[in-house]
């Protein structure tokens, strides 16, 4: 074997491990509260998710959570909770949660790196 052919079954380095991470917005963080507490859930957590459907193949989800499970990851931020299971934190890997106001609208809106296209309807995405 010449000294430019490796070995498949040489040793190989680990593969850098990447923290998988979400982000809220302080604004996001501000009207999640809001609504949990008008919800008369002020202890409850935000959770975000991703699930198959829509136009696109993915639809984004944000429901409110009394407890996580065992498999989700929990972030805090300035005392909000919010929990993201282990096969939607790969898609929203990087993204973050903002909340935006409008002339005609306002709401949650993702803003994911990973995201190829959206639908002209906005709910869904492809990575």
Do not use: W
């Amino acid at each position: 074997m010449d000294a430019q052919t490796t070995r498949s079954d040489a040793p190989q380095a680990p593969a850098e491990k990447r923290e998988l991470t979400v982000s809220v917005t302080p604004k996001a963080v501000l009207k999640a509260k809001e609504a949990l507490v008008k919800r008369g859930t002020p202890t409850a957590m935000l959770r975000l998710g991703v699930r198959g459907g829509g136009c696109s193949g993915f639809s984004y989800v944000i429901e409110f959570a009394e407890e996580a499970t065992a498999r989700d990851r929990v972030f805090d931020f300035d005392g909000l909770k919010v929990v993201v299971d282990p096969k939607s934190l790969v898609l929203l890997q990087g993204s973050t949660l903002d909340y935006e106001t409008k002339l005609m609208s306002h709401g949650f809106k993702f803003v994911n790196p990973n995201e190829k296209t959206g639908c002209g309807c906005g709910e869904s995405f492809t990575v």
